[in-house]
């Protein structure tokens, strides 16, 4: 009897030692995953070197256009922005009609400011083109989804889904 309750103590002790021993679970991975990517996010937004990928546009008074499929795309710098995103919308100036270029333009950010909240970040920023200026309004999720708003005073407001992802680093510049 008495051998029969140790062996039965036995098989427990190591069923329980070899269930906590198995490192980490499924739903872990996921939380350390997330974390790492909030704090991807975190250290893009407070270098203030990151790049916006547009996946839907939403231009005013109009359906989504998907854009995934182009190479749309912002790419932010401490001191210079960087902008090739198309326009669908309505232009107010004879300066924007024939001009299909979007918003492509370049430059210094006169404005460029972060704040953070509880769960995301927003940027605003300032930036003059050559024949317009462009105000740009991101708000980024914690893990990286964003939505952009861009006006100018030249053409109506118009929206972007996607996300921001790190700069890519190459060996020249």
């Given at each position: ?92 100036s004879a300066v924007a009609f024939g001009n299909d270029t979007g918003f492509s333009f370049k ?37 990286g989804s964003a939505s952009l708003s861009i006006s100018s005073d030249n053409r109506s407001t ?14 020249t510049k």
């Amino acid at each position: 009897m008495k051998t029969r309750l140790y062996i039965v103590v036995l098989i427990l002790s190591v069923g329980i030692t070899t269930s906590f021993s198995q490192g980490k679970t499924k739903g872990d991975l996921k939380k350390d995953n997330k974390l790492d990517k909030r704090t991807q996010v975190e250290m893009m937004i407070n270098d203030r070197e990151f790049v916006f990928v547009p996946r839907i546009a939403l231009p005013a008074g109009m359906r989504p256009v998907n854009i995934s499929a182009n190479q749309y795309g912002i790419k932010f710098q401490p001191d210079f922005i960087d902008s090739y995103m198309p326009f669908f919308g309505r232009a107010y100036s004879a300066v924007a009609f024939g001009n299909d270029t979007g918003f492509s333009f370049k430059g210094k950010p006169e404005k460029f400011t972060t704040e953070k909240s509880k769960r995301s970040f927003q940027i605003n920023a300032l930036v003059k083109g050559e024949a317009d200026i462009f105000r740009l309004f991101l708000s980024v999720g914690s893990e990286g989804s964003a939505s952009l708003s861009i006006s100018s005073d030249n053409r109506s407001t118009i929206s972007y889904q996607g996300e921001i992802f790190a700069p890519e680093k190459t060996g020249t510049k």
